[in-house]
């Protein structure tokens, strides 16, 4: 079942956003001091192409200061809008009936979009 949510989630703009992370990480990584926000944007923007049958796990060095001071970087710089866009997008999915798979699914990538440094979906 997690495949076929996959492939309509894909279909109806997933992969559309997924690439948008891909490229604006991408486009992070230019500069040195990026590279590590880059790599996060990537790893948001795989998630979001495939989030069905995923679950966010915290990593063993998640709570460490340079992950701490660089979730607090993301947050204030990217992380919120992020999470506010997954918020509004699982609000209106969640008024129909059949949008609540895909609503669970942006509600799923909240945290992952605030915090992303220590943790991972898989």
Request: net charge neutral; charged share 10%.
């Amino acid at each position: 079942m997690s495949c076929f949510g996959n492939i309509i989630w894909l279909i109806f703009g997933g992969f559309v956003s997924g690439m948008g992370y891909i490229l604006g990480g991408l486009l992070t990584m230019l500069t040195i001091i990026g590279i590590p926000f880059g790599t996060q944007a990537m790893k948001l923007g795989i998630a979001t192409m495939s989030p069905f049958g995923r679950e966010i796990v915290e990593m063993e060095d998640a709570g460490s200061t340079l992950n701490m001071v660089f979730n607090i970087l993301w947050a204030i710089l990217f992380g919120w809008e992020i999470a506010v866009s997954h918020f509004v997008h699982g609000v209106v999915l969640g008024i129909t009936i059949i949008g609540l798979p895909f609503a669970k699914q942006h509600f799923k990538l909240i945290p992952l979009a605030l915090f992303p440094f220590g943790k991972e979906l898989r």
